[in-house]
């Protein structure tokens, strides 16, 4: 089992920058794939960022150029590093990770940029 919990949400001016965590623990032999994702109101949830266990990375093209994801396997942690923001990136961030084959998705946290 994996637990994950996220970090670093708020309210931010369009133009700044925010730097969102995502922890896991549990018991668990390692994590694969980490991903974050974001619904903003009344819209699905779509895929932001991704980074593998080997570090290779994508992105939706609406971030790339602004946002980076990276992860420190030794703290079992990803970031989102979320640069250049605009009202369009308000929204609920997810953390999801690939263990053991199984999905396990964080509780989310609120990412809201002012104009």
């Known amino acids: 089992q994996v637990q994950l919990v996220e970090s670093g949400g708020g309210l931010v001016q369009a133009g700044g920058s925010l730097r969102l965590s995502c922890a896991a623990s549990?018991?668990?032999?390692?994590?694969?794939?980490m991903r974050w994702f974001r619904q903003a109101p009344g819209k699905q949830r779509e895929l932001v960022a991704t980074?593998?266990?080997?570090?290779?990375?994508n992105y939706a093209d609406s971030v790339k150029g602004r946002f980076t994801i990276s992860r420190d396997n030794a703290k079992n942690t990803a970031y989102l590093q979320m640069g250049s923001l605009g009202p369009d990136d308000t929204a609920v961030y997810y953390c999801?990770?690939?263990?053991?084959?199984?999905?396990?998705w964080g509780q989310g946290t609120q990412v809201t940029v002012s104009s």
């Open positions: 980074i593998t266990s080997g570090g290779s990375t």
């Open positions: 549990g018991r668990f032999f390692s994590i694969d794939a």
């Open positions: 999801r990770v690939t263990s053991g084959g199984r999905i396990y």
